[in-house]
């Protein structure tokens, strides 16, 4: 304890300094009288015991201030100090604890998002695959009624036009044939002519 420490000194000090006044008495007694009157108060041999009293009295008082008043209030403070810096280093410690345990959260959070973004794209692209495989089927079923609409148009179109060519020749052989013999056979076997040649053409 700084206390017990700064007492050990303290009365080590009082050792020194009064051994050495009694070591020092009997030289500053046998110096001259006439000198030591007229030199420093505290040399001279006839006030020694009066100042090693009073130093005594001033040595204890100050020894007895500094014990009682102003080392507790030292040590109240290093101990004040001693306990901030605990708490201050028990309060990083928390921090620190707290600190990792919310970069793990955010950490575990950020994986989470990443995981579920990586769900919904792939939830989203089977979506998309399926929108456009239906629709693609949708738009083959639509254009292949078309073809069919279209190649039942053409065949319909082409029984016109080869009716209309039937027609067409029937009366161009009638013409031809009146033409040519001056005779004219009947619309019927003029038709039945072209209807056989265009079978054995076909």
């Not at 303290?10 to 006044?21: D, P």
């Not at 500094?66 to 209030?73: E, G, I, Q, T, Y």
Request: with cysteine.
């Amino acid at each position: 304890m700084p206390v017990q420490r700064f007492s050990r000194l303290c009365a080590g000090a009082v050792t020194a300094l009064t051994t050495a006044i009694v070591f020092a008495a009997p030289v500053l007694a046998a110096a001259e009288g006439e000198h030591a009157k007229k030199g420093l108060p505290q040399l001279n041999p006839d006030s020694f015991a009066s100042q090693v009293f009073w130093w005594v009295v001033t040595f204890g008082l100050l020894f007895w201030l500094m014990s009682k008043v102003a080392l507790p209030r030292v040590a109240e403070v290093l101990e004040a100090r001693q306990e901030k810096i605990s708490n201050d280093l028990e309060k990083a410690s928390a921090l620190k604890a707290e600190a990792e345990g919310v970069m793990q959260a955010y950490e575990k959070a950020l994986s989470d998002a990443r995981a579920n973004a990586q769900k919904e794209v792939a939830a989203a692209v089977a979506t998309a695959d399926a929108e456009a495989a239906r629709s693609n089927t949708e738009q083959g079923a639509k254009l292949a009624a078309k073809a069919r609409d279209a190649e039942v148009r053409i065949q319909v179109a082409k029984q016109e036009a080869l009716s209309n060519l039937s027609s067409v020749a029937a009366e161009a052989a009638l013409a031809a044939t009146a033409r040519l013999s001056g005779a004219a056979p009947s619309s019927e076997a003029a038709a039945a002519a072209v209807e056989s040649v265009l079978k054995e053409r076909a």
